[in-house]
């Protein structure tokens, strides 16, 4: 990004220049700078860089399963690749992904701050997240080998495996500090920081979602913090907490477990449903149907979410009553989503829509996300759990959320804020094309898994059935069809940094805050702090301006 940024302070005068680089020059222009834009592209290039590690795992992954029995790997080997994939992809990627990234970046501006509440402790949030991830990958090549237990890092496979696993779960630790952090300084800075006249109801549903999403993280959070602790206390000191050798149970473990990573899945797919809410009404020309709905439908979904995590555990032997009750909750949580997709369908009709490459995404975030939604349900139907529980049919079900939601709609935001973020325009034949062919491989991949899942396919195994060999193979190559379509996304994103073509201020027709400003945001975002008179999705992109 350029170190210098324009913004027209008046039209009546010439353009005022403003230092984006802060105090310092250089690589310490970037690692202490406090601008909250400068913090959420750090937090964007270690994404980039651990998603890629993390599908480069799940490449050969797929790779092991082309046939069967032993393809490249052994069974002890498979078992690391899919642990490494998933605390890489889970605990460094889609649970900090869009907060971090875009939030980071879009929330001052949409809210017309100057910075987030406290800018310190959002560096300090930075150096939080790479410290827990050097630790992770501390862990990885330490005493003992590459874990083995899975992401979720069960008990018992926590308490018998040799692997490192205290290292592990320490670095997941510091982590769960960064998100906290992260959270307690987007919701108050949504609470004091929010422009003149700028409403709750007149703030972006981008900004609803990142708040859903703080209380989730200041409140949820802490649990998985506790649970981790009491890992590592039982790991060196004997404490029976999860191990029934001890005493312990690890049932209990799950519990805990699951009482944070439930509604960290909502952590990870609220803020990309805000990207997709701003998406829609600037592709198709009117404002948001029913932004009320959709704005108290996040907070829903946040309280609704934490409250349904005993539906990961029907089978774990829990009583009847507690199965039924989780059920009831889980058809529960599908209401708000489904006012959500239902408003995002109807913004579209009879809207002026134009076809973009952030628009192609979000529609293929709806239409991947609600067979992800589906899926969930049947599993939330306690006799059809038992027949799919621990198949493929989870881990595609969880991939459909997880990936086509978060993943997708931060997708969907990189492509819509990126002339915003960097001044530059990508090709957009090439945008069409690798999103293409995310959607068609994507489907190859994860649909097939859903069948194989339904017809038996265990999760987790090394080998497989000969039954199963075609199926495998299909999903293989369309593993290959989705990296293709990824790398060309990342390799047009990056040509359109270095050599793209000047971007418009507003090549979208935007009009939320941050696409009223000149050029490149400045070093605090607004010269005369705007003051807002109108709903967010009205098109009249020019706010008016404190005097």
């Not at 994404?47 to 046939?67: H, I, K, P, Y």
């Not at 799950?254 to 509604?263: G, N």
């Not at 979000?362 to 799919?388: E, K, P, R, W, Y």
């Not at 939601?405 to 034949?429: C, I, N, Q, R």
Request: overall charge neutral; charged content about 10%; glycine content about 10%.
């Amino acid at each position: 990004m350029a170190s210098r940024a324009i913004v027209d302070a008046n039209e009546h005068q010439e353009p005022i220049y403003l230092d984006y680089r802060g105090r310092y020059d250089g690589i310490l222009g970037w690692i202490l700078s406090t601008d909250h834009k400068r913090i959420g592209l750090m937090y964007l290039a270690a994404l980039v860089v651990f998603f890629l590690a993390a599908m480069t795992l799940g490449f050969f992954m797929r790779l092991e399963q082309w046939t069967v029995g032993q393809t490249i790997v052994d069974a002890k080997t498979y078992n690391t690749l899919f642990t490494v994939h998933g605390v890489i992809m889970v605990f460094l990627v889609v649970v900090p992904g869009i907060p971090a990234t875009l939030g980071n970046f879009f929330l001052p501006l949409q809210l017309g701050a100057k910075d987030v509440s406290f800018p310190r402790l959002n560096l300090t949030s930075w150096y939080l997240y790479m410290i827990g991830a050097l630790i992770i990958f501390l862990a990885l090549f330490t005493s003992g080998g590459l874990p083995d237990t899975g992401w979720t890092f069960y008990a018992p496979y926590n308490i018998r495996t040799t692997t490192n696993i205290p290292l592990a779960v320490f670095g997941v630790f510091i982590l769960g500090f960064s998100s906290i952090l992260t959270g307690l300084n987007f919701v108050t800075t949504m609470h004091q920081l929010r422009a003149p006249g700028m409403s709750w109801f007149r703030m972006p549903l981008f900004c609803w979602g990142l708040y859903a999403t703080g209380w989730i993280q200041v409140l949820a959070t802490p649990v998985l913090g506790i649970t981790m602790l009491l890992v590592l206390v039982e790991k060196t000191m004997s404490i029976g907490v999860f191990d029934p050798s001890l005493g312990g149970d690890p049932i209990l473990y799950q519990h805990l477990f699951w009482i944070y990573s439930h509604p960290a899945v909502y952590i990870m797919i609220l803020p990309a449903m805000g990207i997709i809410s701003e998406i829609m009404p600037t592709f198709a020309r009117r404002t948001i149907f029913g932004y009320k709905a959709i704005a108290y439908s996040s907070l829903a979904i946040a309280l609704a979410g934490s409250l349904v995590w005993g539906h990961h555990m029907f089978t774990s032997g829990q009583s009847y009553t507690a199965n039924v009750l989780f059920s009831l909750l889980t058809f529960l949580v599908g209401i708000p989503t489904a006012i959500k997709v239902l408003n995002w369908v109807a913004t579209l009709y009879r809207g002026a829509i134009r076809i973009e490459p952030p628009l192609l995404y979000a529609l293929s975030f709806i239409f991947l996300f609600s067979i992800g939604g589906f899926t969930g349900l049947m599993q939330g139907v306690l006799n059809v759990d038992v027949h799919l529980h621990d198949t493929y049919f989870v881990v595609a079900h969880f991939h459909y959320v997880m990936f086509g939601g978060t993943v997708m709609g931060l997708f969907a935001g990189l492509h819509y804020w990126f002339p915003k973020m960097f001044g530059k325009m990508y090709e957009k034949s090439w945008a069409n094309i690798s999103w293409a062919l995310q959607l068609i491989g994507f489907n190859m991949l994860y649909f097939t898994m859903l069948v194989m899942g339904y017809n038996g396919m265990p999760r987790r195994y090394y080998d497989h059935l000969i039954e199963f060999n075609a199926g495998h193979q299909l999903a293989t190559v369309g593993s290959w069809v989705l990296i293709a379509g990824i790398l060309i996304m990342f390799a047009n994103l990056l040509h359109g940094l270095l050599k793209g073509e000047e971007a418009d201020d507003n090549p979208w027709g935007g009009t939320t805050l941050e696409w009223s400003i000149k050029g490149l945001p400045p070093l605090e975002n607004f010269d005369e702090i705007p003051e807002v008179t109108q709903g967010p999705y009205d098109h009249n992109p020019e706010p008016e301006v404190v005097k």
